[in-house]
């Protein structure tokens, strides 16, 4: 442990079961690997748009409701 953080050796072995050296010498993470990383910002975000979703979905009925209220309302005061 190095200042805090934590320095493990190369194991060529393992990097290579978990992706592969392009020509270029660049290290490339198997896609399968990749799909498996999680972002916990990118979380927080998927988490939010599914929240505005269901807040704007529960908005729109409430106005649809409070709509059909005014109409009824409207239609027994003409009808009277």
Do not use: C
């Not at 934590?6 to 060529?12: A, D, G, T, W």
């Not at 927080?44 to 109409?71: C, E, N, P, W, Y």
């Amino acid at each position: 442990i190095y200042d805090g953080i934590r320095l493990e050796p190369f194991n060529m072995r393992r990097e290579m079961e978990e992706g592969h050296f392009d020509e270029g010498g660049f290290y490339i993470l198997n896609k399968e690997e990749e799909k498996e990383v999680t972002d916990a910002w990118l979380d927080t975000v998927d988490k939010a748009s599914k929240a505005a979703t269901f807040q704007k979905i529960d908005r729109q009925q409430q106005v649809g409701q409070a709509t059909a209220s005014r109409l009824t309302a409207l239609s027994r005061n003409l009808g009277e």
